[in-house]
């Protein structure tokens, strides 16, 4: 079988993360940027990181870091690196500006059955790419930070991405080992970052309002809320922590409501409203209401064994 090619467009973090998640994959993998010095220094990085990895048990794939690192290439011409490539990873820093002019050049050498992503984490990716000729090819595809380690992906089309882009790059994210999650429609900051601003906001009013100190809402988050979400998520919570979401909606939801209208929330979501709804009949699918019992009790187990190899870490 012929070897499948990707590009990377930009050597910083962001790129050389991508880069090692596509040669674990077995994809060859060409980095484009325009400083010979700067290419020369990500491989040095990339061949240390792989070796790091490597020597703790960390390495991604089925082979060494050696044979990962053969796989990866560097380029200083755009086309060499986009020509053949079934998919294209942008990773230029956060600017619309600069994001723009790369997509414009790499635009002249696009083809129309190549997918053209963008690691952008907040910027709506419409607005770098109305105007370009193959814009039905571009998606947006925004991992976390450290990528390597965190498999969420955002996959966020725009009005005139075609469906057949979305479902090649989240399949192409999936053979990554990564976690796709899809945004029906364009959003500023997408799903992640809205979460966490929100949360970080009141995180600092807590802070401002002198109610915590900032080590405190650190401990809120590890020893708290980010053990329940390391496992699941927060719809999955509430329906577990009472008898199903509709329950928790009739025992807790008013009181919910309230104290978003007193922070200050723009548009606090009613707790009786079809949005309630729709997440009780997804979680109640989910798990049944016969089954939350069972489904509790596992939950338990997997916190227990989540807070012993938290405490490994700590020793």
């Known amino acids: 079988m012929s070897s499948r090619k990707v590009a990377i467009i930009g050597g910083g973090l962001i790129g050389k993360s991508w880069s090692m998640l596509f040669a674990a994959a077995n994809f060859e993998v060409y980095i484009y940027d325009v400083d010979e010095a700067m290419l020369t220094g990500v491989r040095d990085t990339i061949h240390k990181m792989a070796n790091d990895l490597e020597a703790k048990g960390y390495l991604k794939g089925n082979s060494s870091a050696a044979e990962q ?17 079934e998919y294209i990873q942008e990773c230029v820093p956060e600017n619309k500006d600069l994001k723009a002019k790369v997509f ?9 059955d190549q997918v053209f992503a963008s690691s952008v984490s907040t910027i709506p990716m419409s607005q770098f790419t109305e105007n370009l000729k193959h814009r039905q090819r571009c998606v947006v595809a925004h991992p976390v930070s ?17 469906p057949a882009v979305v479902q ?13 999650v899809l945004l029906k429609k364009e ?19 807590l802070v401002q309002n002198d109610v915590l100190s900032p080590e405190d809402i650190d401990t809120v988050l590890t020893e708290g809320l ?26 807790y939801g008013q009181v919910i409501y ?39 009790q596992k939950r338990d187990e997997k916190l227990a064994a989540l807070g012993k190899l938290k405490r490994s870490l700590q020793d």
């Not at 450290?146 to 725009?158: A, F, N, Q, W």
């Not at 959003?187 to 009013?205: M, P």
């Open 187 to 205: 959003v500023t900051g997408f799903a992640l970052n809205r979460i966490q601003y929100a949360l970080l906001n009141e995180c600092l009013s």
């Open 104 to 112: 414009s050049q790499v635009d002249e050498f696009l083809t129309d």
């Open 146 to 162: 450290p990528v390597y380690h965190i498999r969420l992906v955002e996959i966020v089309p725009t009005p005139w991405t075609d």
């Open 226 to 251: 980010g053990m329940r979400y390391a496992l699941i998520g927060p719809f999955h919570a509430i329906h577990l922590n009472a008898e199903g979401t509709q329950n928790y909606a009739e025992r």
């Open 258 to 296: 309230n104290l978003n209208k007193e922070q200050g929330v723009a548009e606090p979501v009613a707790w009786d409203s079809p949005a309630v709804k729709a997440v009780d009949e997804a979680m109640t699918k989910k798990i049944p209401l016969d089954k939350l019992t069972e489904a509790r």
């Open 69 to 85: 690192m053969s796989r990866i290439h560097t380029t200083t011409c755009l086309k060499e690196c986009v020509e053949g490539a």
């Open 168 to 180: 090649k790059a989240s399949a192409i994210q999936r053979e990554l080992g990564m976690a796709p």
